[in-house]
C-alpha cells in the first residue's frame, strides 16, 4: 500500500524494487550549491554500472512531494530488527569527513547484515540519556567530550544483525575505545581508520549482548515517535 502511495506521487516511480527487500532513501544536497537533481541523475548511470543495483531519483516537479512521503510519514517499512543486533553509530566528524561510505563498506565486507540505516542529529540530552551507562565508568571529561561528540551535528545510526554473537563481532571490528590503543594493535579496526582522538572515535558500538535491543529502539522507534 505504501509503495502504490508513493508510485502515485511520483508517477510511476521505480516500480516492484520497493517492494522486492530491503531499500534505502536517500534526501541529498549538493556540495556545489548546483542543481542537486540534475548531478544525481546524471551520476545514475554509472552506479548502475558499478554496482550493478538499482538507483533511481523523482523528477524535479515531485522530489519535494515524494522526500515528504517518505521521510515524514511513520512506517512499519522503516523498521528496524529489534532482536539479536547491534548498533553502530557513526559519529558526527566522521559523517562529516565522508567516511560513512567506508564505515558502510567495511562493516558489510567483513560478513555481517545491516538491518536497518537513519540519518540523526541528537540532542545534548539524547546524547546524555544514550550514554549514560559510560557516565560511572570513564572520567568525567572523558564522557563530557563523549557527549559533546555525539551531539555535535547529523550522525548516522546503523543496526547491524547476524545472530547471537553479532555484539562481539561488531565490537572486534569497531576496535578498543582508547584511539591510541586501536591505532597501535588494531590498525584495521573502523576507530583506527576512521578516528581522530578517543571523544572523536568514527564510531560508537554496543558494549553489551543485552544492550543490542535497547540501543535500537532508542534510536529507531523511540526518537521516531513509533515507540
Given amino acids: 500500500a505504501e509503495a502504490s502511495a508513493f508510485a502515485k506521487i511520483v508517477k510511476g516511480g521505480p516500480g516492484p524494487i520497493l517492494t522486492s527487500g530491503c531499500v534505502l532513501a536517500m534526501e541529498l544536497r549538493s556540495r556545489s550549491g548546483g542543481d542537486c537533481t540534475k548531478e544525481w541523475h546524471a551520476t545514475i548511470p554509472s552506479l548502475q554500472a558499478r554496482y550493478e543495483g538499482t538507483f533511481w531519483g523523482a523528477s524535479k516537479e515531485v522530489e519535494e512531494q515524494a522526500s515528504r512521503a ?18 553502530c553509530i557513526v559519529k558526527p566528524h566522521c559523517v562529516a569527513a565522508g567516511n560513512l561510505g567506508d564505515v558502510v563498506n567495511d562493516i558489510v565486507n567483513r560478513g555481517l547484515q545491516i538491518s536497518g540505516m537513519r540519518l540523526l542529529t541528537l540532542t545534548k540530552q539524547q546524547a546524555l540519556e544514550f550514554l549514560s551507562v559510560y557516565n560511572t565508568v570513564l572520567p568525567d571529561k572523558s564522557f563530557v567530550d563523549m557527549v559533546t561528540e555525539a551531539s555535535a551535528g547529523p550522525s548516522v545510526a546503523i543496526e547491524v544483525s ?51 535491543p535497547l540501543e535500537s529502539e532508542y534510536l529507531f522507534r523511540i526518537l521516531t515517535g513509533m515507540a
Avoid: W
Avoid at 178 to 183: E, G, L, Q, T, V
Avoid at 187 to 201: D, H, I, M, N, W
Fill in 70 to 87: 517518505v521521510f515524514n510519514s511513520p512506517s512499519s517499512g522503516l523498521c528496524t530488527s529489534g532482536r539479536d543486533c547491534s548498533i
Fill in 162 to 212: 547476524g545472530g547471537p554473537p553479532i555484539v562481539q563481532r561488531l565490537r572486534a571490528i569497531a576496535g578498543p575505545i582508547d584511539f591510541p590503543m586501536a591505532r597501535q594493535l588494531r590498525p584495521k579496526s573502523l576507530r583506527a581508520q576512521y578516528g581522530v582522538s578517543t571523544a572523536q572515535s568514527g564510531v560508537h558500538v554496543t558494549d553489551l549482548p543485552e544492550d543490542g
